[in-house]
């Protein structure tokens, strides 16, 4: 039984242990956060949709006209007009025949490949997928070969000791702590030379990155060559829920076999409602979409004058690894009682030894507010400790680096290279 108080000391002691906070008022680039006016530099809401006036408006009237719940789950009585329409709209964003809507990206991730691979399959996973790839590969009951981030060589090395018995590649695509993108065109030349099903997540990509804001798969033009592209409705889009943009068969046998569509209640209406609004200001303004990469450039290029690095981020995700984690929540800290709020990312989130601030950019911060909270990060750095020099050729300030030396970061217990490994074998060490 687990002893609850010794285990809380236990996080603490680690400087694990966590706490919400409170945000009053919409989400956007300035929230009052426990009472107090902060620059937010920590929320995936990243074209700032979440409380544009048009997503509200539409949220409201899909409240009047069809309710605010949807009563059932699709296959009984929960699939209603606006459900078909939100997926013909994704599907055609997507450019894809089909689009399936699921309760969360959680939801479809676990969902989704657990029902693509079975016991005796083997699937491939980026060492770092986020946690629901993770335990969708733990639902199947695959084995599950976890290959060095965006090692393609490695992958291949995988595939081939397999021996024929791999089923599905399965990788983010902007991956969401570290901000880079998997290597798509490498992956998927691989996956179709191999006979491989391939799901790529686009949760931080969609909104984001490609013409349009299609994603990442759209940007490497393989749209037709990804078996399953998975996209989030609460990121960049504004809402909330998730969604499967695939072809007609396999959209028909996700809703035979995804069991967390299967037995999820359908989205609330209002949430659909907000969804398909943000998708046609999507399309009316995509200067939202460059708007915000100039963003992180211009928040990257500030940090690098401070001396601190954001690794190979070149996405809206701007990471700052810092190593130690009592270290990181100190830095989140300092910079929180300057005014400005990077949340300090800790395992089981990312590797040991990697803590961070995962600083997340919005299309609607202003250029001079990113440089200055660049500054007070670093000021931040400073005032608890950690070197972070102005001067351009010094060392970053980063304690560890994003992959430590000797040290496995997976998402899963990290094969070595000469063997296929069952996931139920060790528990996990990265769980978020």
């Known amino acids: 039984m687990v002893e609850i108080e010794a285990r809380l000391d236990e996080l603490s002691s680690l400087g694990l242990r966590r706490r ?77 025949e089909r689009a399936l809507l699921f309760g969360s990206g959680y939801l479809a991730n676990t969902g989704i490949v657990a029902a693509l691979a079975r016991p005796g399959d083997v699937v491939f996973s980026d060492a770092l997928n986020h946690a629901s790839i993770v335990d969708g590969c733990r639902l199947s009951r695959a084995e599950v070969f976890v290959y060095d981030h965006c090692d393609v060589e490695h992958l291949r090395w995988g595939i081939e000791r397999a021996e024929g018995r791999g089923t599905l ?90 069991r967390t569509f299967i037995f999820s209640t359908a989205l609330p209406p209002p949430v659909v409602a907000a969804a398909l609004a943000a998708l046609d200001l999507l399309a009316s303004e995509p200067r939202r979409v460059q708007r915000l990469a100039t963003n992180a450039d211009t928040l990257r290029d500030a940090l690098a004058a401070e001396g601190l690095q954001a690794g190979d981020s070149t996405t809206q995700i701007v990471p700052i690894v810092i190593g130690d984690a009592a270290q990181a929540v100190a830095v989140s800290e300092a910079a929180l009682e300057r005014g400005v709020f990077a949340q300090a990312i800790r395992p089981p989130t990312v590797p040991e030894h990697t803590s961070r601030l995962r600083l997340a950019v919005m299309a609607t911060h202003r250029e001079r507010e990113l440089r200055e909270a660049a500054r007070t990060i670093a000021a931040a750095a400073r005032a608890v400790g950690v070197d972070a020099s102005p001067d351009p050729r010094a060392a970053p300030f980063v304690t560890a680096p994003a992959v430590p030396e000797g040290h496995a970061a997976t998402v899963i217990p990290a094969p070595t290279r000469a063997t296929v490994f069952d996931v139920d074998a060790a528990p996990a060490r990265r769980a978020a």
Not at 58 to 85: F, P
Not at 171 to 194: K, Y
Not at 239 to 245: L, R
Request: aromatic letters at 4%.
């Open 169 to 258: 590649i399965v990788t983010d695509s902007v991956f969401s702590m570290d901000g880079d993108i998997a290597p798509l065109a490498e992956i998927a030349e691989l996956a179709a030379r191999s006979g491989l099903r391939t799901v790529v997540d686009e949760a931080h990509g969609t909104g984001t990155v490609g013409p349009g804001g299609r994603g990442a798969v759209a940007a490497a033009g393989l749209e037709d060559e990804i078996d399953v592209i998975v996209g989030t409705l609460g990121k960049a889009l504004g809402s909330y829920g998730a969604f499967a943009a695939c072809d007609e068969p396999m959209a028909r046998y996700l809703t035979n076999t995804a």
């Open 20 to 96: 919400t906070r409170l945000v009053s008022g919409p989400q956007g680039a300035h929230v009052l956060l426990d009472g107090r006016p902060v620059l937010l530099l920590c929320s995936n809401n990243y074209l700032g949709l979440a409380d544009h006036p048009r997503l509200r408006e539409a949220a409201a009237d899909a409240a009047m006209r069809w309710g605010v719940g949807a009563g059932a789950s699709r296959l009984v009585s929960g699939t209603m007009t606006i459900h078909r329409r939100l997926e013909q709209r994704l599907a055609d964003f997507k450019h894809r």
